[in-house]
């Protein structure tokens, strides 16, 4: 595919799209949309979620009678469905379009490969094995901690389990909700997280790879990492069921990968193409004090003045907030000056 129809491409090689990212359009009032979006909202990342729950829901999970007891047994077996799940979705991600390059740098917001950037931020000055091991051996393992957790309290009932006969209406709602939570509990935490010294000792391992891949998606400090998955307690909070909290689950840890993906557009065939969603969380990682949240299905980042859509107006406004922080920063610095 000609990705110059498409978006344009600068000096150095890098990838932007012509159309400026959008916040869902019921926001706006522009309604007219509001059935494009919908279809974009259920498929393809939504319905695929769906999907891999099904699969944890009747292939993988034990009987609730095991998991009223912490074991080995069915932990570890979560534990391995968990490790073979993301490395079969990120890893195929990362060798077909990273590896082996199916299409090049056609799409790609970064015209660079991680594996062509050495630096002594990563362990063994790889981005791809720092991120690979940070995936395995810090995300996945707190991942199914907080997984097998909530699995528990359920089976224990101390969660409120609604049963689908009796509240399937709350229930589909709830189902409809789960990336709305997740965008929500994302922007919160993520934002405090760049704040000071929480970003210096935590956030700073996942902004080490400031051009993402696959492999990216999950590798973070610990701290992070418990807070990233911790929305599942939401469903722990407010009434709810087990498969949706799984739902929950799944959506963020699998999803976590798309905004990492790099390329605006999957190449499938000569002629078809699958849209990443990864724009907004491409240019979080490019500028960092921008789009702390989603993709604008609740628009936190529009409402509190630090949404990027891509466009050069953007940038400007992007530019004016850095100029006003730096201000108030030097006005603080000459206070602390004086009265010495």
Not at 100 to 109: I, M, V
Not at 287 to 315: I, M
Request: charged content about 15%; overall charge neutral.
């Amino acid at each position: 595919m000609d990705d110059l129809l498409f978006g344009t491409r600068d000096k150095r090689g890098n990838w932007a799209p012509n159309a400026p990212l959008e916040v869902a359009p019921f926001w706006t009032g522009n309604l007219a949309k509001t059935g494009r979006w919908l279809v974009g909202y259920v498929w393809p990342h939504n319905t695929i979620f769906m999907a891999v729950t099904l699969v944890y829901w009747y292939l993988v999970l034990p009987d609730w009678e095991v998991m009223r007891t912490f074991g080995w047994g069915w932990i570890l077996r979560i534990h391995l469905a968990n490790s073979a799940g993301i490395f079969l979705l990120f890893g195929s991600i990362e060798l077909i379009y990273y590896v082996r390059r199916r299409q090049g740098t056609r799409f790609k917001y970064n015209h660079k490969f991680p594996a062509e950037n050495p630096s002594d931020v990563f362990w063994f000055k790889s981005q791809n094995i720092d991120n690979f091991l940070r995936t395995f051996l810090v995300s996945i393992p707190i991942w199914t901690a907080i997984q097998c957790f909530t699995l528990w309290c359920f089976a224990n009932g101390f969660a409120t389990w609604l049963s689908p006969q009796d509240h399937w209406l709350w229930l589909a709602v709830l189902v409809f909700l789960v990336p709305a939570i997740h965008e929500v509990h994302f922007f919160c935490g993520h934002w405090l997280i760049h704040q000071g010294p929480l970003y210096r000792w935590i956030h700073s391992v996942h902004h080490n790879s400031i051009n993402p891949s696959p492999w990216s998606s999950m590798s973070m400090h610990p701290v992070e990492s418990a807070f990233f998955f911790s929305e599942v307690m939401w469903h722990l909070l407010i009434p709810s069921n087990p498969f949706v909290a799984m739902f929950q689950l799944v959506s963020t840890a699998y999803g976590a990968v798309v905004g990492h993906i790099g390329f605006d557009k999957l190449e499938l065939t000569d002629d078809r193409a699958v849209d990443s969603h990864a724009y907004a969380h491409y240019l979080h990682h490019k500028y960092f004090e921008v789009n702390y949240g989603g993709d604008g299905v609740v628009p936190l980042d529009k409402w509190f003045g630090t949404w990027h859509d891509g466009t050069r107006e953007a940038d400007e406004r992007m530019k004016e907030r850095f100029r006003r922080k730096k201000a108030r920063m030097n006005a603080a610095a000459s206070s602390r000056s004086a009265s010495l």
